[in-house]
């Protein structure tokens, strides 16, 4: 009986319980904690340089009341990278790749930014809607747009994210059926379809890590504009 390969984006239960809740949660398990000496070890040494390296890059074209936000934003950005990565690992499942969790987490971050905005600068947020200089015939049509594109924003959040993790796990499963199938057939062509598969899947490895990042970057953008 053949298995769809759609089947890999079902979540995972146990005893009718279902276990994305334990795999959104076990990766803050695999960090390590900083410990109680002077001196860290090179892996925390590197951890703590990566977040600040990022953290400097993030918030270095927002304001300074936007500088509240880094703690959240990068503690989100370490921890999209770690479930992307953790799911390319044989019999472990992937959260992001589920449009309902990358919805629940672009939705109300965005809708964040949004309430900041009209709190802060109602003026100027409301500014957004329409380009300064636009002819008065096309103010009611560019500000139909401008809202729609607004609330655009978390959707092509979410869709971004599933849509290029789903494509990338489809076809590493399509060329790893074909290597498996054609291996007894053709040995020639199966292992020349395995390189292709190996270098696929260090594409993926590079697309999980960017996409966390376009998705965070994406964030503070929205925020600069409301800030």
């Given at each position: 009986m053949m298995v769809s390969f759609f089947d890999q984006f079902a979540s995972p239960s146990f005893l009718g319980v279902p276990l994305i809740a334990v795999a959104i949660a076990l990766p803050?398990?695999?960090?390590?904690?900083?410990?109680?000496?002077?001196?860290?070890?090179?892996?925390?040494t590197i951890q703590t340089w990566f977040i600040n390296r990022f953290t400097n890059q993030l918030m270095m074209p927002v304001n300074t009341g936007g500088h509240k936000w880094a703690l959240l934003l990068a503690s989100l950005m370490v921890f999209l990278i770690t479930i992307n990565m953790l799911g390319l690992l044989p019999y472990t499942f992937t959260p992001t790749t589920q449009l309902s969790l990358n919805m629940?987490?672009?939705?109300?971050?965005?809708?964040?930014?949004?309430?900041?905005?009209?709190?802060?600068?109602?003026?100027?947020?409301?500014?957004?809607?329409?380009?300064?200089?636009?002819?008065?015939?096309?103010?009611?049509?560019?500000?139909?747009?401008?809202?729609?594109?607004?609330?655009?924003?978390?959707?092509?959040?979410?869709?971004?994210?599933?849509?290029?993790?789903?494509?990338?796990?489809?076809?590493?499963?399509?060329?790893?059926?074909?290597?498996?199938?054609?291996?007894?057939?053709?040995?020639?062509?199966?292992?020349?379809?395995?390189?292709?598969?190996?270098?696929?899947?260090?594409?993926?490895?590079?697309?999980?890590?960017?996409q966390a990042y376009v998705f965070v970057l994406l964030l503070s953008l929205y925020l600069q504009e409301n800030v």
């Open positions: 803050w398990v695999l960090f390590p904690t900083p410990p109680s000496r002077w001196m860290n070890n090179r892996l925390i629940g987490l672009a939705v109300p971050l965005w809708l964040a930014t949004v309430i900041i905005g009209m709190r802060n600068q109602p003026t100027v947020a409301l500014g957004h809607l329409l380009p300064e200089g636009t002819p008065i015939p096309l103010i009611p049509v560019l500000i139909i747009i401008e809202t729609i594109s607004l609330f655009i924003r978390p959707l092509a959040l979410g869709v971004r994210l599933t849509a290029n993790l789903t494509a990338g796990h489809l076809l590493i499963q399509l060329i790893a059926t074909a290597v498996f199938v054609l291996l007894p057939l053709m040995p020639t062509v199966a292992i020349l379809t395995a390189a292709v598969l190996f270098l696929l899947t260090l594409l993926e490895v590079a697309v999980a890590m960017i």
